[in-house]
């Protein structure tokens, strides 16, 4: 966290939801569309780990408490997918295990389809984190999420065959679209990924084709595009032969 001029928070005392209101936010947000939505949430780990801990005694304990609180309030949402954001573990795989454990408190108290994000961050277009997906296959697999949705378009596929170790019941959402990037994909390259990932890992493990991260730091012109291209490459894939999957039957969605 050196990265941030201050903590976002310190923690006196014992943490409670307060204001938090998780459920409404899902509804405000439900409201707008009839389409399948996904609704997204701060892990427990990225959280405890941005806060200043001057009350329990690890910051293990912090983060348990944390996703005690957020599954109280995730119990509420059934949206389709509940998708908790991890942006730290990934440069400190050593916090696995009780990374891990906190998430899962969590993961299992959501109604639908669970999954965890992992990325190595994103702020004005550079890494925060550094590490490997490798080191994180042993906590990955320690999760009890319907899929993981992680970073591989900026990194490249060179570490895509590690994740051929991730227990077969963990679907992958492959990240195809680099959001550190201005610069518009065609679809032929988005294409060309997912095909690279479903003939590494086969093309059943891929549940979502998605962005690496958020759009946040781009403009909405760009975002739109990138969109655009995301989709526009998925069904090309889906159209290609020897893809071993045809349209929708795949289960693989953007």
């Not at 998430?103 to 994103?122: S, Y």
């Not at 990924?193 to 991260?213: F, K, M, N, Q, S």
């Not at 946040?216 to 889906?238: E, Q, Y």
Request: charged share 25%.
């Amino acid at each position: 966290m050196a990265y941030r001029a201050a903590p976002a928070g310190v923690v006196e005392g014992e943490i409670g939801e307060g204001t938090l209101n998780l459920p409404a936010d899902y509804a405000r947000a439900r409201a707008l569309t009839r389409s399948p939505l996904k609704f997204t949430v701060t892990g427990p780990h990225m959280l405890s780990k941005v806060l200043s801990n001057r009350f329990y005694d690890s910051r293990a304990e912090l983060a348990a408490a944390l996703a005690r609180l957020l599954a109280a309030q995730v119990g509420d949402i059934e949206a389709d997918v509940v998708q908790l954001d991890e942006a730290n573990i990934t440069g400190s795989p050593e916090e696995g295990e009780w990374a891990a454990a906190a998430l899962n408190i969590v993961l299992e108290a959501i109604p639908q389809r669970g999954a965890v994000h992992l990325c190595f961050g994103n702020y004005g277009g550079q890494v925060v984190q550094r590490g490997t997906w490798e080191r994180l296959v042993s906590f990955m697999n320690r999760l009890r999420a319907d899929h993981v949705v992680l970073e591989f378009a900026h990194r490249g596929d060179a570490e895509i065959g590690c994740l051929r170790e991730l227990r077969p019941e963990i679907g992958v959402g492959l990240g195809v679209i680099d959001i550190k990037s201005t610069v518009v994909e065609t679809p032929e390259e988005i294409a060309a990924r997912i095909e690279t990932a479903a003939r590494t890992l086969g093309a059943e493990r891929i549940r979502y084709v998605h962005p690496d991260c958020g759009f946040w730091m781009l403009p909405r012109s760009v975002a739109d595009g990138k969109i655009r291209a995301l989709t526009a490459g998925r069904d090309l894939f889906f159209g290609r032969p020897g893809t071993g999957v045809r349209g929708r039957e795949s289960g693989l969605t953007s």
